[in-house]
């Protein structure tokens, strides 16, 4: 069933969180699941594919996207989920990993995006050169040096520099 908060109009959906996910699934061929410090999964039923990645893996997401989308033979569209910090809080550096994902995706030429994923991009582009420093200098990365030292953050940089995705679900073609 069909919302505005399901972005159905739009080729590129954007939100945050579980739950942000969940609206946006619906319909979508693809969800990516945006997490620059890396180590969260989604916890969802989604009938399409979920791959995770960050900022570094933007243009293999890109280029994955794209490849689904010759292989439906339409327009794939693409659900970008913000991981989000601890109990699904906002985490900037989680906003940029999406927004750079969302902008790849246009570069590409799947642009048809919604007014919210139009605004990650924003904030990407905006802060296209301090992806690395946010990582330490967000809320959620000064709470994980406060617990745990420096170790995660220097593991996030090697994880958001990297462009490597991983693919949680494979997509199938509809029947």
Do not use: C
Not at 33 to 58: C, K, N
Not at 133 to 144: K, N, Y
Request: aromatic share 6%; hydrophobic share 45%; charged share 20%.
């Amino acid at each position: 069933m069909s919302s505005p908060r399901n972005q159905p109009q739009y080729q590129i959906r954007f939100d945050w969180g579980v739950e942000g996910a969940r609206a946006i699934a619906p319909g979508a061929h693809i969800l990516v699941w945006a997490d620059a410090l890396g180590g969260t999964e989604p916890d969802l039923d989604h009938d399409g594919a979920i791959i995770t990645g960050s900022v570094g893996s933007r243009a293999a997401i890109a280029a994955w996207v794209l490849d689904r989308q010759v292989e439906l033979g339409d327009r794939a569209t693409v659900a970008v989920v913000a991981a989000g910090g601890p109990d699904g809080r906002f985490a900037v550096e989680d906003l940029l990993a999406a927004g750079a994902v969302i902008d790849a995706l246009a570069e590409v030429g799947i642009d048809y995006i919604s007014p919210e994923a139009a605004a990650a991009v924003g904030a990407y582009a905006g802060l296209r050169n301090a992806t690395g420093h946010v990582l330490s200098a967000s809320v959620t990365g000064q709470e994980i040096i406060a617990a745990e030292g420096r170790e995660p953050i220097e593991a996030a940089r090697k994880h958001n520099d990297g462009a490597d995705f991983t693919i949680l679900k494979e997509f199938s073609l509809p029947a």
